[in-house]
C-alpha cells in the first residue's frame, strides 16, 4: 500500500512538472504571436522599423526620436499594438468566463449554450433587429438586448465544495409550459458535449425503466426513448442534424418518464462522483451503467426488466441473462464508438485522490434522492464495491453477489 501510494505522488509530481511545462511554453507562444501580429500587416514595414517604434515610445531612446511620429508610428502605435492588446484582453476575458462557468456546473465541458445562454441572446438580439426593440439604445442596442436575453435564462446551482457534493434545484414549479424541439440549436454542440448528454438520456431511460417506482404510463416512455438513442445516438455524434432531432425527442421522453418512475443508483453514483472529482455528468452514468446493470440483474425483477430491454432491440440471446450482457454489450459498443473511458481512471482521476474519498462518495450516494428508487436494495459496502470496479474496470466480480 505504501509503496502504491508512493508511485501515485511520484506520478502527481510528475504530471505537476509537465503542467509547468507546458505553461511556459504556452506564455512564450503567447508573446511570440503577440510580436508576430505587430510585425505583420499590409504595411510593409521591416522589423527595425516596427521595433524602433515601440522602443522609443516605451524608454524615450533619444537616437530614435525619428520614429515619434509619422506613418510608421501610426500605424505600429495606434492601429496594430491596440489591436492586438484588445484581442489579448478578450481572449483572457472570455477564457476566465468560460473557466466559471464550468466551475460553476461542475462539467469541463459547459458552454454558454448548456445554460441556454446563447439561446436567450438570440431571442434578445432578434427583438432587436425585428422589432426596433432597445432601439433606443442607438447602434449598439443589438448587443445590449442580447446581453439582456442571456440574463433572463440563468439558473442556480448549489456547490457544496466542503462535502464534495452538488445540489441541482429541483422544484415542479420551475417544469416549463413549453418544451421546444429545435435541432438546429444543436447545430453547434461539440460531439463530446453530444456523446455525454445522448448516454446520459440513455441512462435516464434504462432507470426509469427498471426503477421501483415504474408504471404502464412510464415504461412505453422510457422503452421507445431507449430504442431511438440506440438507433440515433452514433449519427448524432457525427454531426447528422436529422439524428439529433430524433435525440431530442428520446431525451424529452426519457424526462417524462423519469419524472414520474424516478431513477436509481447509477445517478446517485454519477451525483457523488462528479461534486468529488467534477467529472461531467454525462460521463460518470456512461462508466458506471454496465456495472451498476450487473449490479442490479442480481434481482430477478431487475433482471426481466434489463432482458425485455434486449428483446426490443433485438439483441441475441434466448435467456435473460444472455440477453443483459447482450445489452451491456452494445452500452459499450456505443461508448467504444464515441470514445468514452471505461473507467474512471481511464477519464484521468487518480488512485491516491480515489482511494482516499471513495468512502465519502458512497456515503453521499447512499444518502442521494435517487438510491430509494433502484430497483435492488443497496449498501454503502455495496456501492463501494461497484464504484471500486468502475475504477480499476472489474467488470466480472459483481459477478459474484447473489440472486434476490
Not at 441572446?121 to 433606443?136: D, K, W, Y
Not at 426503477?211 to 422510457?222: C, D, E, G, M
Not at 431511438?228 to 424526462?255: K, P, T, V, W
Not at 433502484?374 to 449498501?379: A, D, I
Request: hydrophobic residues 45%; glycine residues 8%; charged residues 15%.
Amino acid at each position: 500500500m505504501k509503496e502504491q501510494v508512493s508511485q501515485t505522488k511520484k506520478g502527481s509530481v510528475l504530471r505537476a512538472s509537465m503542467y509547468v511545462a507546458v505553461l511556459i511554453g504556452l506564455a512564450a507562444f503567447l508573446i511570440f504571436s503577440i510580436l508576430a501580429a505587430i510585425t505583420f500587416g499590409n504595411a510593409d514595414l521591416s522589423l527595425k522599423d516596427v521595433y524602433s517604434v515601440i522602443a522609443y515610445k516605451l524608454f524615450h531612446i533619444k537616437s530614435l526620436s525619428a520614429y515619434a511620429e509619422g506613418a510608421v508610428h501610426d500605424v505600429v502605435w495606434l492601429i496594430r499594438l491596440p489591436r492586438v492588446l484588445l484581442a489579448l484582453a478578450v481572449g483572457m476575458a472570455l477564457s476566465v468566463c468560460g473557466v466559471v462557468m464550468q466551475a460553476i456546473v461542475q462539467n469541463p465541458l459547459a458552454d454558454p449554450y448548456v445554460l441556454g445562454i446563447s439561446s436567450g441572446a438570440s431571442l434578445g438580439a432578434t427583438l432587436a433587429i425585428m422589432l426596433g426593440v432597445g432601439g433606443f439604445l442607438g447602434g449598439n442596442s443589438v448587443g445590449v438586448t442580447a446581453f439582456i436575453g442571456a440574463m433572463v435564462t440563468s439558473f442556480a446551482v448549489i456547490s457544496d465544495h466542503k462535502a464534495k457534493a452538488k445540489y441541482p434545484i429541483v422544484d415542479y414549479e420551475v417544469t416549463p409550459d413549453i418544451a421546444v424541439l429545435d435541432e438546429e440549436i444543436t447545430a453547434t454542440m461539440p460531439p463530446k458535449l453530444v456523446s455525454y448528454t445522448g448516454l446520459d438520456a440513455l441512462c435516464h431511460a434504462i432507470e426509469a425503466y427498471v426503477a421501483k417506482k415504474r408504471s404502464n404510463f412510464t415504461n412505453p416512455l422510457a422503452i421507445h426513448a431507449i430504442t431511438i438513442i440506440f438507433g440515433y445516438l452514433e449519427d448524432s455524434y457525427d454531426g447528422n442534424l436529422a439524428a439529433r432531432g430524433e435525440m431530442h425527442i428520446a431525451q424529452c421522453m426519457a424526462g417524462m418518464a423519469f419524472a414520474n418512475a424516478e431513477l436509481g443508483i447509477t445517478h446517485s453514483l454519477a451525483h457523488a462522483m462528479g461534486g468529488a472529482f467534477g467529472i461531467p455528468h454525462g460521463l460518470c452514468n456512461a462508466i458506471l451503467m454496465p456495472y451498476v446493470i450487473k449490479y442490479n440483474c442480481r434481482n430477478r425483477a431487475a433482471m426481466r426488466h434489463y432482458a425485455n430491454i434486449g428483446r426490443r432491440l433485438g439483441l441475441e440471446g434466448m435467456r435473460e441473462m444472455n440477453l443483459v450482457n447482450s445489452l451491456i454489450r452494445s452500452i459499450n459498443d456505443v461508448e467504444d464508438y464515441m470514445n468514452i473511458p471505461k473507467t474512471f481512471y481511464d477519464a484521468g482521476i487518480s488512485e491516491f485522490r480515489f482511494i482516499t474519498e471513495k468512502e465519502s462518495i458512497a456515503m453521499n450516494a447512499l444518502n442521494d434522492n435517487c438510491t430509494p428508487s433502484n430497483p435492488r436494495e443497496v449498501t454503502k459496502e455495496d456501492l463501494l464495491h461497484i464504484l471500486e470496479c468502475a475504477f480499476y474496470g472489474k467488470p466480472d466480480s459483481i459477478k459474484n453477489t447473489a440472486i434476490l
